[in-house]
């Protein structure tokens, strides 16, 4: 018998309107991109909790509903730009909105890693090999006590387990190879063991290799990833120079390694995603200006000098807007009245407490050390557990 069709929430509904703030809520506590939405997964478990439960995301939709939460918020007049991933219906809304859309940094640096590793035959060939390997140690107890009793045996008090691979978290992926290599001797011994053998195939000294050079290539945006994904503090000023040092990183993996090796053709596939999606990142204002207000950074971490000197031009015509508005407010105001400029934070950390000394650098300073350049949090990127 083919399903019957149910009808879909009416759009005031209270029911509806409960799971809509519901849905909102999950979003925003847990930091999840909002395409997530659009996952057939999510999609699957909406349908089956609640079958009259059905959303449209339309771009209209959504910027509608991000301008009402925006002005519910009064923030729509103090945003300087909008950080998500790429789905294309959420980057459409912030433009129909007239607000700054930013990719986010992790997410973008995912589609990276994810094309380069779908690129190499050699690396997709040892993620199955290592996934057939995780899965069997997770389906089967007697081959996880097998794997445990062999790292015992070569004195690990406390025997790790192997991560499963995620598909939709390239991180993962890292975290799976890395804890094989780790695990290298015990997995050896492990694979020869008379009862596992004939149930997965064995890793040969160059499937070794090649785990190896791939960890190495790709731990350095793991890493990356980590560093840029803080919920905790502004991460924007960050963009531009760990995208140049990797860059120049892999550049010096592709000099230092044999032509043909999978660690310089890995690396040259990173390097030339790395250029299509991040090569521009100076010219973005809100993330240029950040890395030159940074007092961590000063400016020296510009690979482009022009960009650069646009940075300080834009910087220098927004300063001087501040203080013909703020000469102008003054002028306007009622006699004995005394404007100030106040901080958006309560404590400046001390390395920008001698930039009170000229409020309106100041109050610019924070209006861009305040970006982030990514949206998801450090827990999402962190360490699997087991």
Known sequence: MGSVPVESYSRYSANKVRLDRALVTLIAQDLQPVSIVEDKGFKSFCLAMDPRFQRRHTSELLAKNLQQVLKRKKLLAKVVAYVTDNAANIVKATIIINVKYLPCYAHS??????????????????????????????????????????????????????????????NSTCEMLERIQELRDPITLFLNDPIISPKVDNISAHSWTILDETVEVLSLLYEATIELSGDKKPTGSKASPITNMLMDQYRSFMIASAMGSVKHTLAATVLQQLERRFGKVEQIPELALGTLLDPRLKGRCFRNDTDKLAAIHTMSNELEILHDNLQQKRSDAPCGTHLTIRSPIKEPRSKLLPLKRLPLLFLYTWRFLANQAALIPSSNGGKLKA
């Open 109 to 170: 640096l995912n589609l990276v890693a994810n094309a380069s590793l779908m690129s190499n035959a050699r690396v997709i060939t040892l993620k199955n090999q290592a996934s057939s390997i995780v899965e069997l140690t997770k389906r089967s107890g007697q081959a996880a006590e097998i794997l445990e009793a062999v790292q015992k045996k070569l004195g690990t008090l406390r025997p790790e387990r192997l991560i499963q691979n995620v598909h939709t978290r390239w």
